[in-house]
């Protein structure tokens, strides 16, 4: 049972323009969501992160929306730059989980020059 | 310079033996973590550890085992017992492991290949 899920394996996107990667989850004890990015045989850099107390957060180019009536969140990027192009994974955790984190299964996102 | 280091990245080893993957962190992080990556798959937590001398299973410790005897270092074993231990190994730690919201940091993993 996925409870974290990533819908799109792929995205594609010009440079400049806006890049939307969205994650959907079921458990809703999840109180804590995460966005990293992963380059091919190295381990995930943390982009940002949001609390389910608010439903935004924004840090330069990378902004992530909650909306948990839906259970569903989503990260933008603006503008899009080729030095995005990696995998996006979204992951969630709980307290008294010990902040273990339930990956999604990732988007490639590959933005073309 | 503060960060995760694992060691080997890369790791070849024959069926049937165990295999011990290294992790260590100079973060002053409580709390440390075990996943493993499949193709086209997200990360599956093996193990993980709030405080030394202590460990939890996470969703697929069966095949591994691991030790805290420190608060740096929380390598893990790959046991014979794994069925297909073939994949990415990702080491992670944060602040404390559960006290308010807690942001993971990751290794650079290590490849382990079984032949």
């Known amino acids: 049972d996925q409870q974290v899920k990533q819908n799109s394996p792929s995205l594609s996107v010009q440079e400049g323009r806006i890049s939307i990667l969205n994650c959907d989850y079921t458990?809703?004890?999840?109180?804590?969501f995460l966005w990293y990015k992963k380059y091919p045989a190295e381990g995930p850099t943390f982009l940002i992160s949001?609390?389910?107390?608010?439903d935004k957060n924004e840090d330069g180019r990378f902004t992530v929306f909650l909306n948990k009536s839906a259970k569903h969140l989503s990260l933008h990027i603006v503008p899009s730059q080729p030095g995005d192009s990696a995998v996006y994974f979204c992951?969630?955790?709980?307290?008294?989980?010990?902040?273990?984190?339930?990956f999604g299964s990732g988007t490639q996102l590959t933005v073309l020059p | 310079d503060g960060g995760i280091t694992q060691s080997p990245k890369y790791l070849f080893r024959k069926e049937g033996q165990n295999v011990t993957l290294s992790c260590e962190q100079n973060?002053?992080?409580?709390?440390m973590y075990w996943y493993r990556q499949d193709p086209g798959q997200g990360l599956r937590l093996i193990y993980y550890?709030?405080?030394?001398?202590?460990?939890q299973k996470g969703d697929i410790a069966e095949g591994y085992s691991v030790s805290r005897e420190k608060k740096e270092s929380f390598p893990l074993t790959v046991t014979s017992a794994q069925k297909n231990p073939t994949a990415f190994y990702l080491c992670?730690?944060?602040?404390?492991?559960?006290?308010?919201?807690?942001?993971?940091?990751f290794g650079p993993g290590t490849r382990l290949t079984v032949l």
């Open positions: 458990n809703s004890m999840f109180d804590y």
């Open positions: 550890s709030q405080i030394v001398n202590d460990f």
């Open positions: 973060l002053n992080h409580d709390a």
């Open positions: 992670a730690s944060s602040q404390s492991g559960g006290i308010g919201t807690d942001t993971q940091y």
């Open positions: 992951a969630a955790s709980f307290w008294g989980s010990a902040r273990q984190l339930t």
């Open positions: 949001i609390s389910s107390i608010k």
